[in-house]
């Protein structure tokens, strides 16, 4: 939490204690990608108060400091995920297209492909992201058709 408090000192924002409890619920659950409802949804069943737009504010806000990764995996909601040095470039998503469940995974795969494509193009590459669309299994033993 303190190199979080650093970040927005840093950007001369206060952690507020709202800010801090809207954090504290991706550090509580950092192998999930939450959703600005999902993560209202968790505070409401630990009975806090913080509203929906709040939520959404301070998302953006965590964006914003490089505290957390906002991702796009095409349901039509923006989901969040925490940043840690260690997990910088570091990994990608498998999506599931029935249930909409996020897995990651650590290869990566395609450092070889960006220098080529950075030497090639004599473009500067600073990140990339791979998602894979498909069906997890689960919702493959639930639908014998996949």
Known sequence: MDDFRKKFRQG?????SQRQIV??????????HLSAEE?????R???????LATVY??????????VLQKMDFGDGRSRYEVISDADMHQHH?????????VREFEDDL????????????NFMITDHQLKFYGYCQECQAANKKL
Not at 93 to 101: S, Y
């Open 57 to 66: 504010r301070t998302l953006e806000l965590l964006s914003e400091l490089g």
């Open 23 to 32: 954090l504290q619920t991706f550090l509580d659950h950092q192998d999930e």
């Open 93 to 101: 998503h498998l999506i599931c297209l029935t249930c909409g469940k």
């Open 45 to 51: 069943q630990k009975s806090n108060e913080i509203g």
């Open 39 to 43: 993560v209202h949804s968790i505070l």
């Open 12 to 16: 001369q924002y206060k952690l507020t």
């Open 110 to 121: 395609l450092d070889n492909l960006e220098t080529a494509i950075a030497r090639k193009s």
